[in-house]
């Protein structure tokens, strides 16, 4: 199995390496997967108080395509505000790096990751988390 | 030196160019079947394969005779168990197996558990050698066969070979080894290990794809297996079909150049992978796994902890080598061999299997332990299992979100 031109390429340089303060109130955190599934994804968002995302951070443990799909994830979240990043959809990385069924898993761990993101923030602000309506478990 | 470079020969190998050559003639000139008894191009064509057949037996310490060509080592694995569950029926049902063997002796197996037959698949020790002890209490008054393989083609382990088919025939049950790995890498001899049935093929050792020999013992005792093909009798009637002329040709050449030439190359081979596993363990945190003493020469596989095995290997640029990482397979489990040998899932997902070969240089071993390093560092740098490790976290107590 190939991949995709943009895979490789998020994969070679990926984006947004790093990490963001996590005890910071301004800093929302999600982790998620498992060692023993062989993703582990943990994606960072840094808010201002319009509620725009002005940073995003990733670190990915995971094959070539949970990579791509987490540097891909914060490029696409610097700049919405947490309504519009809560509206991005698995379907979306899925059709922008164009992985093949096998590899669906990875964009919905990404997705997984920015709600699991958005939801720290919100607690730490006082906030309900919000549930989402899909269920991926 | 020519990118990419390949290190996966346990998977397959490229044919030695001296094997080609012996082949071609028997495409378009001597191309006549070796069953063809009343003319010369039948006679060629049956020359030629006896002269493979003595090859193929020599590099085993067989005779001519005891030699059954097949498709290559799945067919071969199939014709012994099925054969041998078939022959022996009357004598038992119980067979013993082992966790690590390959799919092709585990799903045979288990395809005849569906016919009435009773399996006994041993655990393996951390080491991925199977204890003795436990093979000893594994037998029953039933119990009509035990298959072992020589060599692991995952991690490279040679089982006590001489020991397990001791055990075997004292309880009266045949010894069959699915040589693979072994054949052509080191020494193996029917007589001084025991063994009954042996299946092994020549794409692993620089011969063709699609042709592979079980050997089935004549004498001390006279072995037999039930065909699993029904034809025209060839084999001794234990395998039908033509003969695949060419690829015994090439099968005999490359068990001769494996005999004459495997001594120097098993030295030539082992001090290239000590070399390449002596250099990737100084990175921190990676594990060797199986068994280092009893050990093919041209396999490492080693696990680097905190990064995952796929995307180690996309890393690792221009190299050919695999993971026992099944990332990319539907099921998502890591290598059942590895699993096998007490791994954690992670350490699992974090293998990359070397497998040198005739053809490997040190130049691409200097390159690969370059490469692989590169690799896990740029990997480790993105990697937030990496971060908690080095920040002191347990991962073992975190709490995971399962996906």
New interface residues.
């Given amino acids: ?1 190939a ?1 995709s031109d943009k895979v490789i390429d998020h ?1 070679t340089n ?1 984006r947004n ?1 790093g ?1 963001l303060d996590k005890s910071s109130t301004k800093v929302g955190t999600g ?12 994606l960072q968002i840094e808010v201002n108080e319009e509620n725009v995302i002005t940073d995003a951070k990733f ?6 395509s ?2 791509a799909s987490s540097s891909l994830a914060t490029e696409w979240l610097k700049g919405k505000t947490i309504d519009e990043a809560m509206s991005i959809d698995n379907m979306d990385i899925v059709e922008e790096l164009a992985l093949p069924p ?1 590899k669906i ?1 990875c964009s ?2 990404a997705e ?1 990751a920015i709600k ?1 993101a958005i939801n720290d923030y919100r607690t730490k602000n006082g906030l309900e988390p919000i549930e989402s309506e899909k269920s ?2 | 030196m020519n990118l990419p470079i390949y290190l996966d020969n346990n998977a397959t190998t490229p044919m030695d160019p001296r094997v080609l050559e012996a082949m071609i003639p028997y495409f378009t000139q001597k191309f006549g079947n070796s069953a063809s008894r009343n003319h010369a191009f039948g006679w060629a064509a049956e020359e030629a394969i006896d002269y493979g057949r003595e090859q193929v037996a020599k590099l085993i310490g067989a005779n001519e005779k005891e030699i059954i060509f097949t498709s290559g080592a799945t067919e071969a694995d199939n014709l012994a168990i099925k054969g041998v569950f078939e022959m022996y029926k009357d004598k038992g049902n119980h067979i013993i197996t082992c966790v690590t063997e390959h799919k092709a002796v585990l799903d045979t197996c288990k395809h005849l558990e569906k016919q009435g037959a009773s399996i006994t698949y041993l655990p393996v020790k951390e080491d991925g050698l199977i204890d003795l002890e436990e093979l000893e209490k594994a037998f029953t008054d039933k119990t009509i066969l035990v298959t072992i393989m020589y060599g692991n083609n995952e991690i490279g382990v040679i089982q006590p070979i001489k020991e397990i088919s001791a055990i075997t025939h004292k309880h009266g049950a045949l010894f069959f080894t699915d040589a693979t790995q072994a054949c052509g890498k080191i020494p193996v001899d029917v007589n001084a290990d025991g063994i009954d049935l042996l299946a092994f093929s020549a794409h692993k050792m620089y011969g063709p794809k699609g042709v592979g020999a079980l050997y089935v013992r004549r004498k001390n005792p006279r072995v037999k297996v039930t065909a699993q093909m029904d034809g025209g009798g060839h084999e001794r009637g234990m395998r039908s079909g033509t003969l695949n002329v060419p690829g015994i040709v090439g099968f005999g050449k490359a068990c001769e150049l494996a005999r004459l030439e495997m001594a120097d190359e098993a030295v030539r081979l082992s001090a290239l992978r000590d070399k390449l596993e002596s250099s990737l363990k100084t990175l921190e945190e990676s594990y060797v796994n199986g068994n280092v003493e009893n050990r093919l020469p041209h396999v490492a596989n080693i696990s680097f902890k905190y990064v995952e095995g796929e995307g180690l290997m996309m890393a690792m640029k221009d190299m050919a080598v695999s993971s026992g990482s099944a990332c990319t397979s539907a099921s998502l489990e890591p290598s059942y061999v590895l699993k096998a040998l007490g791994l954690s899932d992670d350490l699992a997902h974090s293998s990359i299997r070397f497998g040198l070969g005739r053809f490997t240089t040190e130049e691409e071993v200097d390159f690969a332990i370059e490469q692989t390093k590169k690799a896990v560092n740029h990997l480790r740098d993105l990697s937030p299992l990496w971060e908690m490790f080095k920040e002191g976290i347990d991962l073992s107590k975190v709490e995971w979100v399962e996906h």
């Fill in positions: 199995m991949y994969y990926p390496v990490t982790l998620v997967g498992a060692p023993e599934c062989g993703d582990v994804m943990r670190k990915t443990f995971g094959c070539g949970a990579i096998v898993h919905v761990l997984d699991a991926h478990h």
